[in-house]
C-alpha cells in the first residue's frame, strides 16, 4: 500500500496551466476517484504522481518520500492507460509477464506469478492466444493482469472503461471493485464518467481547469456539492438551476422565482444567515434542485402545487425523465416512475422536496445553503406565484 500526496502542485504546458496550486492527499489501501470532464487535468495529475510529469511547482509524495526526482522506474507504481498499450505480438501470457521479465525473475517464478493472476482475472484460459483475437472486456483483464503482476505499491488507471459498452463497463466496475478489495491496495482512477465514480470509489475528487472543486464521500458530493459545477457533473440528469429573487416579508425569507415563490418562515431561519454570509442579502441566487426531487402530480394538489407543462417525455424503462417548462420560458428536468405517463404539452403541478433545495450564490456558483443540511426552525415552503 501507498500513502499519495500532493502539495500545491502545478503543471504547466506553454501558457496552459493543467494543474494549479493541486492539494490532494490519498490515502493507504484507498480506492480514490478523480472526476471532471476533459481538459479537467485528470491525466495530467496521474502522470505527476508516477513521474511522467515533473511539477513546475510544489512537492510529491510517496509514502511520506519527496519523489520529485525520482525516475519513475523507481516509483514502484502501475499505470494502466486507457489505450491499454498491449504489445499485440505477444501472447497474453507474454504481455502479462512483461514487467517480470524485465525485473529479470527465473522463467518459473514468472509462471507462476502470471498463472496466479490469470486465474484471478479469469482469464487463464486465453494465456496463449494474442490481443487481436480478444474481445474488449478480456483485453482490459490482460491489461489490468499486466499492473497486478508487478505488485506494486500503487495502481493508477487512466479511464480504463471508457471505450467498453454499457454492459461491459458494468462487468468491469464489478470486478475493479472486487480486485480492490481483496488486494486492500492504493488505487487513484480517473475518469470523466460519474457512474463510476459514484459506484466504486471511497473518496471522489471533482477536478475542473486543474483545480480541486470538491473532496469528500460520494454521498456528501451528492448531497452537498461544493458549488454549481460539481452540482451538474455529478447526477444524472444533472440538477436544475433557476434564478430567483431574494426578499424579505414580515419576518420571512422569500426567494421569488416568476413560477413560484420559496418561503423560509421565521427571523431566525438559517438559510438567511447563509445567503447574508457577513454582509446583506444577494438580490438574487440560483435554487438547484435534483430531478429525482422534484414531485409531478397529474392534479392540482392545491396550495402547494406548482404548475408547468410538459415539454419532452423520455422512458427510460425503470424511470421517465419529463422536460418540464415553468414560468414563461425556464425548463427544469424531473425522473418520475415509469407508472407516470404524461403527454407532451400536457399541464401538471410539480413540488419540490423541501428538505434538499440547494442555494448557490449567483456569480461564484458557491453553494450557499442546503435544506434539511441543519436544524431550521420551520419548513421551507413552496407556493405558486
Known amino acids: 500500500m501507498a500513502h499519495l500526496k500532493l502539495e500545491n502542485v502545478s503543471k504547466r504546458f506553454g501558457f496552459v496551466e493543467a494543474v494549479k496550486q493541486l492539494n490532494l492527499e490519498i490515502h493507504n489501501g484507498e480506492f480514490f476517484c478523480i472526476l471532471g470532464p476533459p481538459g479537467a487535468g485528470k491525466t495530467t495529475t496521474l502522470r505527476l504522481i508516477v513521474g511522467l510529469e515533473r511539477p513546475d511547482e510544489g512537492t510529491v509524495y510517496i509514502d511520506g518520500e519527496r519523489v520529485n526526482d525520482l525516475h519513475p522506474g523507481k516509483r514502484d507504481i502501475a499505470m494502466m492507460f486507457q489505450n491499454l498499450a498491449l504489445y499485440p505480438d505477444k501472447t497474453v501470457f507474454a504481455n502479462i509477464a512483461y514487467p517480470l521479465r524485465e525485473r529479470k525473475l527465473p522463467k518459473d517464478e514468472i509462471e507462476t506469478q502470471v498463472t496466479a493472476v490469470a486465474k484471478k482475472l479469469y482469464i487463464d484460459h486465453l494465456l496463449q492466444r494474442k490481443p487481436g483475437k480478444l474481445s474488449g472486456g478480456e483485453r482490459q483483464r490482460v491489461a489490468l493482469g499486466r499492473c497486478l503482476v508487478r505488485q506494486p505499491r500503487a495502481y493508477l488507471m487512466d479511464e480504463p472503461l471508457a471505450n467498453l459498452d454499457a454492459l461491459l463497463r458494468l462487468e468491469m466496475r464489478i470486478e475493479l471493485k472486487r480486485i480492490q478489495q481483496e488486494l486492500n491496495e492504493t488505487l487513484v482512477y480517473v475518469t470523466h464518467d460519474q457512474v463510476e465514480a459514484m459506484s466504486m470509489s471511497d473518496r471522489i475528487a471533482v477536478l475542473n481547469r486543474g483545480e480541486i472543486q470538491q473532496c469528500d464521500l460520494p454521498d456528501v458530493v451528492y448531497s452537498l456539492p461544493a458549488n454549481r459545477f460539481v452540482a451538474t457533473v455529478v447526477g444524472s440528469p444533472p440538477t436544475n438551476f433557476i434564478n430567483a429573487e431574494v426578499t424579505r416579508q414580515n419576518n420571512d425569507l422569500l426567494v421569488v422565482h416568476q413560477a413560484c415563490t420559496l418561503r423560509a418562515a421565521g427571523n431566525g431561519h438559517p438559510l438567511a444567515a447563509a445567503l447574508a454570509g457577513k454582509g446583506a442579502l444577494p438580490d438574487r441566487v440560483l435554487v438547484g434542485i435534483r430531478p429525482e426531487d422534484i414531485q409531478v402530480l397529474s392534479d392540482d394538489p392545491g396550495s402547494d402545487g406548482v404548475q408547468a407543462q410538459v415539454s419532452v417525455v423520455e422512458p427510460l424503462g425503470g424511470e421517465t425523465v419529463v422536460d ?13 416512475p415509469p407508472a407516470q405517463h ?8 410539480i413540488r419540490f422536496d423541501p428538505d434538499r433545495i440547494h442555494f448557490f450564490d449567483a456569480e461564484s456558483g458557491a453553494r450557499l445553503y442546503t435544506t434539511g443540511q441543519a436544524e431550521r426552525l420551520e419548513c421551507m415552503e413552496m407556493t405558486p406565484a
Do not use: N, R, S, Y
Open 342 to 349: 404524461f403527454a407532451e404539452g400536457q399541464m401538471v403541478w
Open 324 to 336: 418540464l417548462t415553468i414560468g414563461p420560458e425556464d425548463i427544469i428536468k424531473a425522473v418520475v
